[in-house]
């Protein structure tokens, strides 16, 4: 069986992803993918103890996790299971690996509901954000990307909206739980002081 070939599929998709995504993306460009959801997978691989094959499983589904984002901007993550389910045979990947990074990849759809460690990571790591300290940049970033896809929302209200969701948001994994969890109380506090300060 031929060994899988993460750096054949990370050129793959970063290629697609640089060369396809639309320009109306500030938060879901290539750099979520690259700078922020890699990376926080990595981390939360590294600090849960996953083991070689987890690791590489974890890789290839955060590279994938947005890749449908090339062809559509509403229910994309079936087609990024689709597309690294097409591609990833050519990279070496069993299909047992494959329907494992499906499954992560699909697990990340809004509301998140995990029904394994792995996918319990990575939708960890798809939302690091909201317990880190650039946390209101991000934030900015998709209020700005949903209204170029024509939702509104006053600033206000964008403040309550994303205050009630780090609420009722909720880390799987113990590594994300304790990493993020104390900042992510302070960016609600954030919030909560953010629209307070808004005019109605």
């Known amino acids: 069986m031929n060994k899988p070939d993460l ?15 639309p320009a109306d993306l500030p938060y879901h460009g290539i750099h979520h ?6 990376p ?6 590294a600090l849960s103890k ?15 996790h947005d890749l449908g984002y090339v062809e559509r901007y509403i229910h994309n993550e079936p087609l990024g299971a689709q ?11 069993s299909p047992t690996q494959i329907k494992v990074i499906e499954g992560m990849i699909l697990a990340t759809q809004l509301p998140q509901n995990p029904n394994t460690f792995l996918e319990g990571l990575i939708c960890d790591a798809d939302l690091d ?6 946390f209101l940049e991000t934030s900015h ?31 799987f994994t ?7 969890r104390g900042q992510k109380l302070e960016n609600i506090a954030l919030l909560e002081k953010l629209w307070s300060e808004q005019a109605p």
């Open 40 to 45: 926080a997978a990595e981390k939360l691989a």
């Open 83 to 93: 597309l690294a389910a097409e591609t990833l045979p050519c990279f070496g990947y």
């Open 50 to 64: 996953l083991g070689a094959e987890e690791l590489l499983l974890v890789q290839t589904a955060a590279l994938y």
């Open 129 to 134: 954000s909201l317990g880190r300290d650039d």
């Open 7 to 21: 750096e054949r599929a990370r050129r793959y998709v970063f290629a697609r992803l640089a060369a396809e995504l």
């Open 33 to 38: 993918t690259r700078d922020d959801v890699l």
């Open 141 to 171: 970033n998709l209020r700005e990307e949903l209204l170029l896809h024509g939702v509104e929302l006053p600033l206000k209200s964008w403040y309550r909206q994303q205050g009630d969701f780090l609420r009722t948001h909720k880390y």
């Open 174 to 180: 113990p590594a994300a739980r304790a990493l993020r």
